[in-house]
């Protein structure tokens, strides 16, 4: 019955490698995201989709990329890692806001903890 | 300077003991604000949310907002080691859309028996 799921949960590679972190939602929200966590926990928003399309993208480096093959997925694919990319990745969702309750409280993932040596 | 200021602890309290945990903000846009709890190694749970001012209790926990301030705390009362947790406040400005929510880096909250 899990909510928000990703894999891998742990991830160790080298400089100049390309890896990719997957998610899946089974909640039935239309918007997904992507955040990242650092070593002192500060935890900022990368890339936000809805239905499909994207709606935020902070200053990201383009070696990141998102993709959503369908609502209930987001994928996040990191070409050339380098060593500041090392960080917990946590995945989220959230359904829209409505005038009744106006926010759409975002499910977190269990995260994925890269390292990169 | 971060938009969203959250001293990072840790903060060490006695079982039982009444715990405050606050953020400063600069964005007077923000309209939306949240405390999510992120226990070791899990991702954040969101625990209350409040629109613009006033407070608003739930059980133990209770989340005040002073906009004219740009304060916002989290009381927790009868502290209890299960607290022993990391807080994190969020906001969201409302005009833009809730969605993108802004961190302070984080209380880590120690609760001892």
């Known amino acids: 019955d899990t909510a928000v799921s990703q894999t891998p949960k742990y991830l160790v590679t080298q400089m100049g490698n390309d890896k990719s972190i997957k998610c899946e939602q089974n909640?039935?929200?239309?918007?997904m995201y992507w955040y990242k966590q650092d070593s002192k926990k500060f935890l900022k928003i990368m890339f936000s989709y809805n239905n499909k399309e994207l709606i935020i993208n902070e200053t990201v480096p383009n070696r990141f990329s998102p993709k959503s093959p369908d609502k209930a997925h987001l994928n996040l694919h990191i070409n050339s890692l380098e060593l500041g990319d090392s960080a917990v990745y946590f995945c989220?969702?959230?359904?829209?806001?409505?005038?009744?309750?106006?926010?759409?409280?975002?499910?977190f993932g269990p995260g994925t903890r890269l390292t990169v040596l | 300077q971060k938009e969203v200021e959250q001293d990072p602890g840790p903060l060490s309290v006695p079982e039982g003991a009444i715990v405050s945990l606050n953020c400063t903000y600069s964005n007077s846009a923000f309209q939306y604000f949240m405390w999510y709890r992120q226990y070791s190694r899990k991702g954040p749970d969101l625990l209350m949310y409040?629109?613009?001012?006033g407070n608003k209790e739930d059980g133990r926990f209770t989340a005040q907002v002073d906009k004219s301030s740009k304060y916002i705390s989290l009381f927790i009362r009868d502290s209890q080691p299960s607290d022993s947790a990391t807080y994190l406040c969020?906001?969201?400005?409302?005009?833009?859309?809730?969605?993108?929510?802004?961190f302070g880096t984080g209380t880590r909250l120690l609760v001892s028996p």
């Open positions: 409040t629109y613009s001012s």
């Open positions: 909640l039935g929200h239309d918007t």
């Open positions: 969020a906001m969201a400005p409302g005009n833009t859309g809730f969605q993108k929510l802004v």
């Open positions: 989220a969702s959230s359904l829209p806001g409505t005038s009744g309750s106006p926010y759409g409280e975002q499910f």
